[in-house]
């Protein structure tokens, strides 16, 4: 008996420690499911979230298709027949932990198969080839996302294209944003931003921005316009991409001209150490450049109206006016496009919002008009795009000729599209 009873305690210890070690498996795909349906329900605010009640609501057929029965211990599921039996004692915390556990994987798999097949995922891989390709030829990722929203949505059916040209510059523009932000965090760490600098260009660029996006109304409402504007910016893009100095040859030319500015220029020489202990110096911005001012203005008026221009007007300011070593004005001119852009991009939504009949709030308005079921695809594909870019461009996988060359390529064949359509337009 004694022997029986030992026995039978260390098989009850055994079985503890296994059902110890299940539970703890099941808490880490709880941990993880978790995180996988607050970053999904983050990007959709008015999608399905990560609570069971908000997940059945929505899915009556989940409740009905996963049951548990305590008395017989074992969970089944009407998509398979077979059943999984945990052999515990009826009713228990245990019973009951591993209940809430089979819910939220199966929640988890049902959310994250709905997310893979909705109506616009095919622009999560679009979208990271375009903010890959965009980053690497250094243009700004609107400039490719517009013609895609204006262009291609309609071809692709009737349920596809946005409510507006105007939600379809602006989506293009908070796209951008987040792109380009993924790229300032990493200059950031590095310690590659001259917040300072970024400041007095950022001063004028944001007012000109939001005259921009406040044009932006009007010219959206004409179509023809507004195809013959991104005709115009399509192919001088391209010719910028050909013709234009590389950003390597701009920092030798500058180089070669700075020596004797440094020596007498009376302007004051700025100090940047980045974070592997680097020192870079070079000038501060000329203040009031006249030149400087219209093509700061130019480009923050153009960002603002179609989502593209700031960002090529001020690195040349950078590298040539200010002789300021190449990476410290990257990150710096990431810095300004990041901010006009979003500046521009708030203001686009916000005159969207005025327009929405209603009782409701600005705010409620303003999460009304942003296409949500568009931009849960664009943003996490742009980000792993603003990723892949610099780790590409370290590898050398791409020469610079080969991408410029094929980002020219790109814009000049929208261009001659949103030409075609225009003249098709025009002549109807």
């Known amino acids: 008996t004694t022997d029986s009873n030992s026995r039978h305690q260390k098989l009850s210890q055994l079985n503890s420690c296994c059902l110890d070690k299940g539970e703890r498996k099941k808490m880490k795909q709880v941990i993880i ?29 989940a409740t009905a298709a ?3 029965h305590p008395s017989t211990a074992s969970y089944r599921s009407s998509s398979s027949s077979k059943s999984v039996a945990v052999h515990l004692l009826p009713p228990s915390p245990t019973s009951e932990t591993i209940e809430s556990t089979s819910i939220a994987i199966s929640n988890a798999q049902i959310f994250a198969s709905s997310y893979l097949h909705g109506q616009y995922a095919f622009m ?15 243009i700004g990722g609107a400039a490719l996302f517009s013609p895609i929203f204006l262009l291609v949505f309609p071809i692709l059916g009737p349920q ?37 600098v970024a400041g007095k260009f950022i001063m004028v660029s944001i007012p000109t921005a939001l005259v ?6 009007y010219v959206s409402g004409s ?32 180089e070669e001209g700075c020596v004797v500015e440094f020596n007498d220029n009376p302007r004051d020489v700025r100090t940047k150490t980045t974070a592997d202990g680097t020192e870079f110096s070079y000038l501060a ?17 153009l960002t603002g109206l179609l989502g593209v221009g700031i960002g090529e007007v001020i690195l040349p300011q950078l590298v040539r006016g200010c002789c300021m070593p190449l990476p410290i004005a990257a990150g710096t001119s990431v810095a300004i496009v990041v901010t006009t ?32 079921n568009l931009v849960q695809y664009t943003i996490p594909g742009v980000l792993l795009g603003g990723q892949l870019a610099p780790f590409l461009a370290s590898r050398g996988t791409f020469s610079d000729e080969d991408i410029e060359r094929f980002a020219a390529t790109l814009f000049a064949v929208v261009g001659v599209a949103f030409a075609a359509k225009a003249a098709t337009g025009m002549m109807g």
Do not use: N
Request: charged share 10%.
């Open 285 to 301: 911005p000329r203040s009031g450049s006249k030149k400087s001012l219209v093509a700061t203005s130019a480009g923050g008026s």
């Open 212 to 217: 921009g996006a406040l044009s932006a109304k």
């Open 33 to 61: 499911s978790t995180l996988i349906l607050i970053g999904l329900g983050l990007l959709s605010p008015s999608s399905t979230i990560i609570s069971c009640h908000a997940f059945t609501s929505l899915h009556p057929a």
């Open 160 to 196: 596809y294209p946005l409510e507006s040209a105007g939600a379809a510059l602006a989506s293009a523009l908070l796209t951008e944003c987040f792109g380009f932000a993924s790229g300032l965090s990493g200059y950031a760490r590095r310690g590659l931003v001259d917040w300072e």
């Open 124 to 138: 999560l891989p679009t979208a990271t080839l375009v903010s890959m390709s965009c980053q690497l030829a250094g």
């Open 66 to 68: 996963t049951s548990f």
């Open 341 to 372: 852009a979003f500046a521009a991009a708030i203001v686009q939504f916000l005159t969207l919002a005025a327009c929405v009949e209603g009782d409701g709030s600005l705010v409620e308005r303003l999460i009304a008009v942003v296409p949500w």
């Open 223 to 254: 179509p023809i316009l507004l195809q013959c504007l991104y005709a115009t910016l399509m192919l001088g893009l391209a010719s910028y991409l050909l013709l234009a100095e590389k950003p390597e040859e701009l920092a030798i030319a500058a």
